[in-house]
């Protein structure tokens, strides 16, 4: 059974930094493409960054361009996003996601086959 488990978040001034990272149970990872969404209070879940196994392909959502970094260690099986220059508009809840028996990297919600349970982050202004 595919587990995948976040954690790293936190509570943290505007303009500081968190790094998440999520770990993956039960998959041969590195043949997995990964992505972070997050969902804050009230909205739809939103697509944050994405990577392709090798991690020689990365999206990002507009809004965090130039501030969040993904990144993958295939040897410890965990994904990782570096959050700079946090914004309030950053708070969410932030899930980390693997597509199934697929390497590429790809902004599709409906693309992902499994979930982790979700970390909260909360940047106050």
């Known amino acids: 059974q595919v587990q995948l488990v976040e954690s790293g978040g936190g509570l943290v001034q505007a303009g500081g930094s968190l790094r998440l990272s999520c770990a993956a149970v039960g998959v041969t990872f590195s043949r997995y493409g990964m992505g972070w969404f997050r969902q804050a209070p009230g909205k739809e879940r939103e697509f944050v960054a994405a990577?392709?196994?090798?991690?020689?392909?990365?999206y990002y959502q507009d809004s965090v361009k130039g501030r969040f970094s993904i990144s993958r260690d295939n040897a410890k099986n965990t994904v990782y996003l570096q959050m700079n220059s946090l914004k309030a508009e950053d708070t969410a809840v932030y899930y980390c996601?693997?597509?199934?028996?697929?390497?590429?990297?790809?902004?599709?919600?409906?693309?992902?086959?499994?979930w982790g349970q979700g970390t909260q982050v909360t940047v106050s202004s």
């Open positions: 996601a693997a597509r199934e028996f697929t390497a590429t990297a790809t902004m599709r919600e409906s693309a992902y086959r499994y």
């Open positions: 990577l392709s196994w090798s991690g020689s392909t990365t």
